[in-house]
């Protein structure tokens, strides 16, 4: 098996490439900032639903890389397509961070869900593998009226097993879409190890059967991952279709806060892994080149915290949302009756208190008092 | 005798299918190495091995498919779709394939497999993780359709699914999986392989929750749980007694059951989590008034989740019929 496209070195064995001619060195720093604002809100988003203050949270711990590479390597214009594990991903497109903090404490309309044109970002998908049809289908509509706009889509490992995925791919090679398939292999998926996932030796080579082109990069590596999508997109931007790119790491954390690894998985192999982690790595390498000091370093962190802790103030600013929320939109066109005289029942009877998210979740002693599913 | 709650009686279950009959196996995503995300097949991995319960990739289509060709083959499988919004990738299969397996080979192979759907709201999951959406299942000939209420209820009616020919949707509400214990009596109530017959009696027969005779509540799932309460409820405030009959089978109704006690209480409403619009309550409410009009002193009443999306969690009491609401619409009925 081929090693992956790697350009950031550990430090210890592996050697550094140069970065990419095409990025300056502000660009790099950029991506810097990018990793600090999504592992500041990954860490607090865990710490907020140990206190009771969110639901169930998908933690991406660790997968920074594969979050912030592939979105710098976009144009503002083109689309994105996140999972549950790139849920944050919208806050580097300008999304408020409390939008998404508040989506995972359980608030809908206008609190949890954000505007996806304004920022161009799909809602974030839970049913695995069931967005990619919608970022082939997007990205085939942009190429129909000539606008040079791309889809970029995650998917996990896991979701390669999915039908909806392979009619994606399929769809995307014959129509020839501008469309980018990232795929986070992470090795797990739940409990479920990717050699279970799949008899192939790679995910990579799942595109041959699609006559797409695939790459198969580090995913601890911001740069790694931005070079090979930004491959992919010139590619889709010359009229040339789509790629799939597999981005190989590990899920260093729990799949979810419900979920204990314990159970599955020798953790000992995650610890190893924890020393590839993307944040650390890339700044040794950025102070290596000379092109990251402490003092920015240091002010970046603490430009992160105060976003990420404003947007929690935010959050818990926000009013509890009112039962009307149940009845909008959920058709474009206003309320069919059957949903007015819902609301008009509502009304007529007394609000008990409001909910609360469920507090901190034991894992491994599934109590009786814990009827919390495992799943994210 | 044993206390379980539903998890444990699921649990004790597929146990005891397992060690009578080896054709039993079980499948689906982390039902093996973890037990499920519920645990209900914990431990069966390592009683009885890799090759019959299986830990498979995630695909439900894959799942479902692969149920229906073991089934042709003469194993007894018994999958588990990890939760009630993710059974409709497998769609087609239940619908298309699992459903008309019988009908199209003249009742030579019927695809005996069992659909558990753990389904349903209140546990504050996180979005697309609570939808009930047995009526799509009911709608659909060919599959039966049950839904168990108590851990003892849940042991003996998936034994039952088990050993029954047809497909059976089994759905598993959630929210009760553990708020309640039972004692489950250790002896199974039927042996497999032969007790089609028995099986096929557990499987259409409601249950009374709760007795009582000024009107009755029909209901099943979680929110029987909930229809007993405000039972409670309308005792206490108003010195009125109300049955609570819990369904169990939702395809086929127990019509004797649902007819009787309309007829006896005079009075009526229906109560489920799932939207309104053709769900469940418009069957029992219309079986009620083709059949016993003239025995009812008001129309049935509906109190159900409203025609829209489940809710995100913060609002999922509004969206989950609650006490208050099924008391409010027994109340309707009763001043009609
Ligand atoms: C259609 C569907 N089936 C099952 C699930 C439950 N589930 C949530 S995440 C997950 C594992 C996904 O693994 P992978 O695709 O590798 O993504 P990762 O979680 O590792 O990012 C499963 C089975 C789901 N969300 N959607
Ligand atoms: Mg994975």
Redesign the pocket.
């Known amino acids: 098996m081929e090693e992956p496209l790697r350009i950031i070195g550990d430090g210890v064995g592996q050697p550094d490439w140069a970065p990419p001619v095409e990025l300056t060195e502000k660009d790099l720093v950029a991506m810097y900032r990018s990793l600090v604002i999504l592992r500041t809100f990954d860490e607090r988003a865990v710490s907020l639903q140990r206190q009771g203050r969110l639901g169930t949270y998908a933690l991406y711990w660790g997968e920074e890389a594969t979050h912030a590479g592939p979105l710098h390597a976009c144009n503002d214009s083109d689309w994105l397509f996140p999972t549950y594990?790139q849920n944050s991903i919208g806050v580097l497109r300008g999304v408020k961070a409390a939008t998404i903090l508040a989506w995972w404490r359980g608030y809908g309309g206008a609190h949890g869900f954000y505007q996806v044109r304004e920022h161009r970002v799909a809602p974030i998908c839970v049913p695995i593998a069931t967005h990619l049809p919608h970022a082939v289908g997007l990205s085939w509509a942009a190429k129909k009226r000539g606008d040079g706009i791309c889809a970029l889509t995650w998917l996990?490992?896991?979701?390669t097993s999915e039908g909806d995925f392979h009619e994606a791919m399929n769809f995307a090679s014959v129509y020839k879409t501008p469309t980018v398939l990232f795929c986070?292999?992470?090795?797990?998926?739940i409990s479920t190890h990717?050699s279970r996932q799949t008899a192939t030796p790679t995910l990579v080579e799942k595109c041959v059967a699609y006559a797409m082109p695939g790459l198969r990069v580090d995913g601890f590596d911001v740069l790694a991952c931005w070079k090979a999508t930004k491959e992919a997109l010139d590619r889709a931007r010359a009229g040339d279709g789509p790629t799939f790119i597999e981005a190989v790491c590990y899920?260093i954390g729990a799949h979810g806060t419900a979920d204990d690894p314990r159970l599955y998985r020798d953790e000992a192999e995650s610890e190893r892994y924890r020393a590839l982690e993307p944040l650390g790595r890339y700044r040794a390498y950025l102070q290596r080149l000379g092109a990251l000091d402490d003092d920015q370093a240091s002010d970046i962190h603490d430009e992160a915290k105060a976003l990420i802790a404003a947007a929690v103030a935010e959050m818990e600013a926000l009013d509890f949302p009112g039962v009307e929320i149940l009845f909008d939109y959920v058709y474009a066109s206003g309320r069919p009756d059957p949903l007015t005289e819902g609301l008009d029942e509502l009304r007529s009877i007394e609000r008990r208190p409001e909910v609360k998210p469920l507090g901190p979740q034991p894992g491994a002693s599934p109590g009786d008092a814990d009827p919390l599913p495992e799943g994210a | 005798m044993p206390r379980l709650n539903m998890v444990e009686g699921l649990n004790l279950a597929l146990d005891q299918a397992m060690a009578q009959d080896d054709r039993v196996l079980v499948m689906g995503e982390d039902v093996a190495r973890t037990g499920g995300v519920f645990r209900v097949t914990a431990g069966l991995l390592d009683k009885y091995g890799e090759e019959r319960v299986i830990d498979t990739p995630l695909s439900e289509a894959g799942i479902v498919g692969a149920a229906i060709g073991m089934a042709l083959y003469g194993l007894l499988p018994v999958v588990e779709i990890q939760f009630d919004t993710f059974v409709y990738p497998a769609f087609e299969q239940i619908v298309v394939h699992a459903a008309r397996y019988a009908w199209r080979t003249r009742g030579e192979v019927p695809a005996s497999i069992v659909i558990r759907i753990p389904f349903g709201g209140g546990v504050r999951a996180p979005e697309l993780h609570s939808d009930s959406p047995e009526a799509l299942f009911v709608h659909v000939p060919g599959l039966k359709v049950v839904c168990p209420t108590t851990p003892a209820l849940a042991r003996d009616l998936l034994l039952a699914a088990i050993s029954h020919p047809d497909p059976v949707i089994f759905m598993e509400p959630k929210r009760i999986y553990r708020t309640g214990r039972d004692e489950v009596p250790e002896k199974a109530p039927l042996l497999l392989p032969e007790a089609d017959g028995e099986a096929t009696q557990l499987l259409s027969r409601a249950r009374v929750a709760r007795p009582g005779e000024d009107l009755v509540m029909f209901s099943y799932g979680s929110t029987v749980v909930s229809c007993c309460e405000a039972a409670q409820k309308l005792q206490d405030e108003r010195g009125v007694s109300a049955r609570v009959v819990d369904l169990v089978s939702l395809y086929p109704l127990d019509v004797e059951s649902i007819t009787g006690a309309a007829s006896e209480c005079g009075r009526a409403i229906v109560v489920h989590e799932a939207p309104r619009t053709a769900g469940l309550g418009a069957e029992v409410s219309s079986l009620i008034h083709e059949r016993v009009m003239l025995d009812l002193e008001a129309p049935v009443g509906r109190v159900t989740g409203f025609d829209v999306p489940f809710p995100q969690f913060a609002n999922e009491d509004d969206y989950i019929p609650s006490i208050d609401r099924i008391a409010a619409g027994a109340v309707k009925v009763l001043d009609f």
């Open positions: 594990r996990g490992d896991g979701a986070v292999n992470n090795q797990w998926a990717v899920r």
